[in-house]
Every structure is written in structure tokens, then in C-alpha cells.
């Protein structure tokens, strides 16, 4: 396996990895406004 190939994976991956956190991220900030407020939902 390539320097390169390895390298574009690990980006790859990365690029998930902050997806998924921030997809949780803004969910969770949702839902606990959702929550509070259900006048909003």
C-alpha cells in the first residue's frame, strides 16, 4: 500500500470521525432544545 493511499484513508476517516461527532453534537443540542421548549417543535 501507497504512502498516499494510506494518507487520502486516514483523511477520509478523519473527515468522518468530526462528521459524526458533530452530527451528534448538533442532536443532542436539538433535542435538549426541543426539551426545554416544545412550543418550537
Excluded at 1 to 24: D, P
Aim: aromatic share 12%; glycine share 10%.
Amino acid at each position: 500500500m501507497k504512502k498516499t493511499e494510506y494518507r487520502k484513508l486516514v483523511s477520509t476517516c478523519m473527515t468522518f470521525a468530526f462528521a459524526g461527532v458533530g452530527l451528534t453534537g448538533l442532536i443532542a443540542v436539538f433535542g435538549r432544545t426541543f426539551r426545554v421548549n416544545p412550543i418550537l417543535h
